[in-house]
T-cell receptor, first 111, second 115 residues
Framework: DAGITQSPRHKVTETGTPVTLRCHQT?????MYWYRQDPGHGLRLIHY???????DKGEVSDGYSVSRSKTEDFLLTLESATSSQTSVYFC??????????FGEGSRLTVL | AQKITQTQPGMFVQEKEAVTLDCTYD???????LFWYKQPSSGEMIFLIY??????QNATEGRYSLNFQKARKSANLVISASQLGDSAMYFC????????????FGSGTKLNVKP
């Protein structure tokens, strides 16, 4: 199995506080993706990376920023969390056979 | 416009019967991939089956098959001989190979298998 881990797995925070989610891979893959999952919307792409320091916006990038200073780490930051950002966040990388391989997910609750 | 459309929010099927989950997609690319994922209540995303846009035959993986109709831009998942363990959310996804390999997902179908 591809090695991809997310941290934290669960977080409760208050509106207006900054939050950073970390995705770590051991597959040395060039591409990494952050998705959020909400009922009725499926998974929506927030940001993606195609190499170290190479990132771009996805469908729902407002309120989020990312950084990729090393191949293995892709960080998702909510500068000032809002209740609308309560969601389950998935990090993913392409597998060797082409499908997307997902981390375990990070459940974020913004009160 | 939606890239992936799943029009069935929820479905029921009797155990041991076959079920079809619908998926339509929208792309102007010639080269793309279509995928189905299963998400049980535990939350992990499980890859089920893949169909390439140039594949002439429908993909099959055990009890899963993908009914690919390119002209209609549809990629329906067929599960044969449903089992109780098939109860889960199912997501259709498309990868655009000339667009940073980005994957787009549908809103999902919740399948309930009745004993």
């Amino acid at each position: 199995d591809a090695g991809i881990t997310q941290s934290p797995r669960h977080k409760v925070t208050e509106t207006g506080t900054p939050v950073t989610l970390r995705c770590h891979q051991t597959e040395n893959h060039r591409y990494m993706y952050w998705y959020r999952q909400d009922p009725g919307h499926g998974l929506r792409l927030i940001h993606y990376s195609y190499g170290v320091k190479d990132t771009d916006k996805g469908e729902v990038s407002d309120g989020y920023s990312v950084s990729r200073s090393k191949t293995e780490d892709f960080l998702l930051t909510l500068e000032s969390a809002t209740s609308s950002q309560t969601s389950v966040y998935f990090c993913a990388i392409p597998s060797n056979t082409g499908e997307l391989f997902f981390g375990e997910g990070s459940r974020l609750t913004v009160l | 416009a939606q890239k992936i459309t799943q029009t069935q929010p929820g479905m029921f099927v009797q155990e041991k019967e076959a079920v079809t989950l619908d998926c339509t997609y929208d792309t102007s690319d010639q080269s793309y991939g279509l995928f189905w994922y299963k998400q049980p209540s535990s939350g992990e995303m499980i890859f089920l089956i893949y169909q390439g846009s140039y594949d002439e035959q429908n993909a099959t993986e055990g009890r899963y098959s993908l009914n690919f109709q390119k002209a209609r831009k549809s990629a329906n998942l067929v599960i044969s001989a449903s089992q109780l363990g098939d109860s889960a959310m199912y997501f259709c996804a498309m990868r655009e190979e000339y667009n940073f390999n980005k994957f787009y997902f549908g809103s999902g179908t919740k399948l309930n298998v009745k004993p």
